[in-house]
């Protein structure tokens, strides 16, 4: 039988080996203290993993602590769902929102996908219904649907071809019509709108107050849901912090509004705005997107200077903690279930973004 003392021993040899690499990364961002607490923590949940068969995701939104400890891979909703679809563990834990929990399920409807808060949702996927994209498709019938990463189950079920911020122009471009449903972010629509050249108009009234686009002459149909998060930064904010800043260097979120993609100097999904700070030296650097991002980078290229803006917080990826990531591997919650006959028609547009660089 094995020594219970060895075995606690090795528990917490395991746990200050997590602290330290946290305390190299983070020192200069999260207190001491709540570094030893969060790699406790992450040692239970690396056990659990590892017993459970398990691989964890975690998105690039995820708070430090845990996006530096526990998951088995880290990135945008594209990278992490070729993980999720290459995966050969029994069990997927999700850290991000339900959208791309629900991506996993679908892409493996038989193995165990999980979610750690039940309150992670998103502005973006809750601002269209299946009904909706049916309505736009019995109004434009024949025209492809694509959709957003950021939209659940049943829309993805309606669409030909679901996207990234990543690849959302090149996934239009893919489709050789003359015509494309493009759902549900207004400011993606508009950004990939004039990266691809193409007219847009909004032909529905989701909200009150915004008047029917009478426009004949279009390419892409658009829809007003927006981020939460990514709509509420301004141009106003760059010209605040280059008045602070001259040299800074802005990185905007596609999800921004074109206004803002234009005062920028880079805009591009989470992945290219990491790659953008290794790759280009700059003085300091300014990120549209959530904060939690600026201190993950910082974390790894500590000769790199970032700005925050943090009064924008996105309040469902801050629903992921490591205290709940450790409560869904102990009881097995939240199990995400996608029902059989919206998986197969989603898989296939999945599989079209996948393969749509
Ligand atoms: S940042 Fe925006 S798009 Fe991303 S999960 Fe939060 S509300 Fe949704």
């Known amino acids: 039988m094995p020594d219970p003392f060895c075995i606690s021993a090795r528990y917490i040899n395991a746990s200050i080996m997590i602290y330290q690499q946290l305390k190299a990364k983070l020192h200069n961002l999260v207190p001491d203290f709540e570094l030893r607490i969060k790699a406790k923590l992450a040692e239970q949940i690396i056990r659990l993993k590892k017993k459970k068969n398990a691989v964890i995701l975690g998105h690039n939104y995820?708070?430090?602590?845990l996006f530096h400890s526990v998951p088995d891979f880290t990135g945008d909703s594209l990278f992490l769902s070729h993980k999720a679809a290459e995966t050969d563990k029994d069990m997927i834990v999700f850290c991000g929102v339900r959208f791309m929990a629900e991506t996993a399920k679908i892409l493996n409807p038989n193995k165990t996908v999980l979610l750690?808060?039940?309150k992670a949702g998103c502005s973006l996927a809750a601002s269209i219904t299946a009904e909706d994209v049916r309505e736009l498709k019995r109004r434009y019938p024949g025209v492809p649907v694509v959709s957003y990463i950021n939209t659940y189950a049943d829309v993805k079920a309606e669409s030909d071809s679901c996207c990234t911020s990543s690849n959302a122009a090149a996934v239009v471009n893919s489709f050789k019509t003359d015509t494309v449903i493009f759902v549900p972010d207004e400011y993606l629509a508009r950004n990939v709108a004039k990266e691809?050249?193409?007219t847009i108009i909004f032909p529905t009234?989701?909200?009150?107050?915004?008047a029917e686009d009478k426009n004949l002459d279009y390419q892409l149909i658009g829809w007003h849901g927006r981020c939460e998060v990514h709509e509420q930064f301004t141009v106003g904010d760059i010209e605040a912090v280059r008045k602070q800043f001259p040299d800074v260097v802005v990185l905007a979120h596609p999800e921004c509004s074109p206004e803002v993609v234009e005062a920028a100097d880079f805009s591009g999904s989470t992945a290219a705005m990491i790659k953008y700070v290794e790759d280009v030296a700059a003085p300091r650097y300014l990120l549209l997107t959530e904060c939690a991002m600026g201190d993950n980078i910082?974390?790894?290229n500590p000769h790199r200077e970032m700005v925050r803006l943090c009064g924008v917080r996105?309040?469902?990826m801050n629903q992921i903690t490591l205290a709940d990531t450790l409560k869904?591997?102990?009881l097995d919650q939240y199990v995400i279930e996608v029902p059989r006959e919206i998986q197969?028609?989603?898989v296939g547009a999945l599989e079209r973004m996948l393969w749509t660089s």
């Not at 995820?62 to 602590?65: F, G, I, Q």
């Not at 009234?205 to 915004?210: N, S, V």
Request: proline share 18%; with cysteine.
């Open 62 to 65: 995820m708070e430090p602590a």
């Open 344 to 346: 197969q028609r989603a």
């Open 328 to 330: 869904a591997l102990q």
């Open 298 to 300: 910082a974390a790894v």
């Open 205 to 210: 009234l989701p909200r009150p107050g915004i």
């Open 314 to 316: 996105c309040p469902h």
């Open 196 to 198: 691809t050249g193409k």
């Open 116 to 118: 750690p808060s039940q």
